[in-house]
């Protein structure tokens, strides 16, 4: 395979207050696809972090006063922006993060579509009145809680940068967001972007860092007043302690090992395609990849057989070559991925259908991993139980209803979840039944659906991102009792 993937030294700053800020330590930023660096971030800590913070606090009382109608038409025009600086946003997505450019395209597109979303319903942060007494005229105010914290995944960059700030903002606080050091151009750019639109200096401020340094400044600063975090379990719980000791609300994003659960009359020409999208998008680095396939045991051989010759005709390469599969994100990320495939493969926790290594062609250019189909997995095995975040499926076969809503819920996870059948009926026990925060029927993902609340219950997390809920999350409630007589 060869690239034409350009090699650019390019030296993105952080933005503080409004102003582009270096530091003497620089983090290579590498395209995962060809392995070689492009760019280079700031590698920043705590005293970045502090002015950062320091900086949102100082604009907060301005933009919490700013009427929401204005701040509506500043988001407004992120959006407009970000649309039309759509195709280098979607190149520099690409090559941050090896993800095919269609796919960056789509970032783009619903990066656009959250500030669109946001600046509307940021309009309608109303309270309510209570009729408490005659005596007395009580109501509610929904106020901003002044300074958000952001701690953003390697993943989807702009998206998730989108899908956090932009809620935040339009509740009235101010901002300081995190990227991961693997892909930090996304949120670099949105800042730039969000200064170029308007939006005043301090009110939303990226630091870019590595975790342990200023994603742990961050979390644990005093003058932060909400965090929200997508990633790891790991560190979600080491924010979560930091949270606490600030007594601030904490949303956390983990991810998940979300079932596609196809019984024997569902409509599989149209399951198909997305069963597959559902694992091979991201190259399976998606918090709701569809990474278990449970399927009625008579439609079991027909299912794996027509998914495993689609997953082997599926074309790798880097990111901006436009192929079906991009690489993982990093040689860490490959490797781990190389390591539960091939220990599930010799404990004989399934049968490797199809992929399961390291393309040779590829093997010394970029991060990349074939997708890989394991059938009739012990659903109680490590490969059905842990989130490999590579583009693998695990199948087990179940035979009937229960069973099937038994192995769907077992597991520590409970992030999303789709049933495919023509059975309606069915469709709603099982939505009731699935421990999940979001279920899809005949459908997986819903293309990304900003007004659908998002998150996990269990392990993957708690609070919702997305919708109108994620806007109120970033509120508080004063109730206002005033006498009248
Ligand atoms: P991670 O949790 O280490 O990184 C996520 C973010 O947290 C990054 O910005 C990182 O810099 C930051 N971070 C790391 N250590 C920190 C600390 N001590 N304090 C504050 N912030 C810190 O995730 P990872 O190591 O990049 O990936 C490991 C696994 O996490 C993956 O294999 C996958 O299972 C999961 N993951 C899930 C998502 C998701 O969308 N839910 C995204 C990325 C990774």
Request: hydrophobic fraction near 45%; include cysteine.
């Amino acid at each position: 395979m060869t690239t034409e993937t350009p090699i650019l030294t390019t030296d993105f700053a952080c933005v503080i207050n409004g102003v582009d800020i270096a530091t003497e330590s620089w983090i290579d930023v590498l395209d995962p696809g060809t392995s070689q660096p492009f760019a280079r971030v700031p590698d920043a800590g705590a005293t970045e972090i502090d002015s950062a913070v320091k900086a949102a606090r100082a604009a907060a009382p301005g933009w919490a006063a700013t009427p929401p109608v204005v701040r509506g038409r500043i988001l407004r025009a992120i959006s407009a922006l970000i649309s039309e600086r759509r195709e280098e946003l979607a190149r520099f997505e690409s090559m941050d993060t090896g993800k095919p450019l269609r796919q960056a395209y789509a970032d783009v597109d619903v990066a656009a579509r959250y500030f669109e979303f946001y600046a509307s319903i940021g309009e309608t942060l109303f309270g309510d009145t209570m009729g408490l007494s005659p005596d007395h005229f009580a109501y509610t105010l929904r106020e901003p809680l002044g300074v958000a914290g952001h701690i953003v995944p390697w993943n989807y960059p702009l998206q998730i940068s989108a899908r956090t700030v932009a809620p935040a903002l339009a509740a009235g606080n101010t901002s300081v967001l995190k990227p991961a050091e693997e892909a930090p151009l996304g949120a670099i750019l949105l800042a730039r972007i969000a200064r170029e639109a308007g939006l005043p200096a301090g009110v939303f401020n990226v630091v870019t860092g590595y975790g342990d340094t200023a994603g742990s400044a961050l979390a644990a600063h005093p003058g932060i007043n909400h965090m929200s975090f997508t990633g790891s379990n790991e560190v979600g719980a080491l924010v979560t302690i930091a949270a606490a000791h600030n007594h601030i609300p904490v949303v956390l994003e983990l991810g998940g090992k979300s079932p596609n659960i196809v019984f024997a009359d569902a409509d599989l020409d149209l399951a198909i395609p997305m069963i597959a999208n559902a694992i091979v998008q991201n190259a399976g680095q998606t918090c709701s990849a569809g990474s278990r396939l449970l399927v009625e045991a008579s439609i079991h051989a027909e299912l794996v057989e027509r998914l495993t010759t689609g997953f082997a005709a599926i074309t790798l390469g880097v990111g901006l070559d436009n192929q079906e599969l991009g690489p993982l994100i990093s040689a860490k990320q490959r490797d781990r991925v190389v390591s539960l495939v091939s220990g599930a493969i010799a404990d004989g926790q399934g049968v490797l259908r199809t992929g399961g290594k390291v393309p040779p062609a590829l093997a010394d250019q970029g991060f990349f991993y074939e997708p890989t189909l394991i059938d009739n997995v012990d659903p109680t095995a490590e490969i059905a139980q842990v989130e490999v975040f590579g583009p693998v499926l695990v199948v087990t076969p179940f035979d009937d209803e229960a069973q099937a809503l038994a192995f769907a819920n077992g597991t520590d996870y409970g992030l999303i979840a789709g049933v495919w059948t023509r059975d309606v009926g069915r469709a709603h026990r099982m939505a009731r039944g699935i421990e999940a925060g979001q279920v899809f029927v005949n459908t997986y993902g819903a293309g990304g659906g900003v007004e659908l609340p998002f998150g996990g219950v269990k392990k993957s997390g708690h609070g919702r991102e997305k919708g109108v809920e994620a806007m109120i999350g970033y509120t508080q409630l004063k109730s206002v009792v005033v006498r009248i007589s």
